[in-house]
């Protein structure tokens, strides 16, 4: 399959920024400037802020998705939000294994698997994250590491529900830093992925899994990532926050 063939998606992560009434008004402004994109559109918001983003949304091509879900249906678990009350409330995605969870909430990658199992049986599409550390990739495991991360994280996925997978590289030494990977960089360990997944599940399937790119993103540098083979969208942290910029993103992603 041809990277044109795949789907791109421009994923923003607003992370714990913006309240509800701020979210009405930023997706407001996203709106019109993204209506006409040839990609998939998603904001990833707070948990309180998701009925007014789906509120927001209604009627326009941005899907909502949360940022994080728990393994479990439901029970003793203080705090914490199930993939079903997600998809009740009508969220369609959800990120999983983002290094910020991973590095300050303890999250590892058996709890990724369970977490990315349950988004799933419950219906959503999962927006997974892996990524080295600066350590790491000065060491030369970047490749290892990232396979090893998607191998556990994909644990008991079955081929058909592969479609509901997004992979999301996402260098930690990239995120809020300034510092993006170039685009070769990118484009390298993102076809570690696909090759990754190629092993799990053939070729076919690892040819239609759409593979982004995430870590200082912007306006300025998303079509230089966007235009390598292997870069099928990105995961926006800052530059979701600002319509003009997200908006310039989806715009290089629909070209
Ligand atoms: P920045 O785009 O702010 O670097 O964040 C990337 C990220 O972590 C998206 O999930």
Redesign the pocket.
Known sequence: MKKSARRAVI???W?MNKTPCETTALINEMKPLVKDADCGVVL?VPYVDLCAALEAAKDSNIEIGAQNCHWAKSGAFTGEISADMLVSMGVKYV?IG???RRTYFGDTDVTVNQRVRAALDAGLTVIL?VGEYLEQREQGVTGELVAMQTKIALGGVSAEELSRIII?Y?PVW?????R?ATADQADEVNGIIRATVKELYGEAAAEAMTVQY?????AANAAELLSKEHVDG???????LKAADFAAIVEAASR
């Open positions: 994923a923003g992560n992370k990833c990120i983002h290094s910020e994250c999301a996402e990239a995120i809020g830093t300034g993006t995430g870590g200082s993103m912007n990105g995961l926006i942290g800052g530059a979701s």
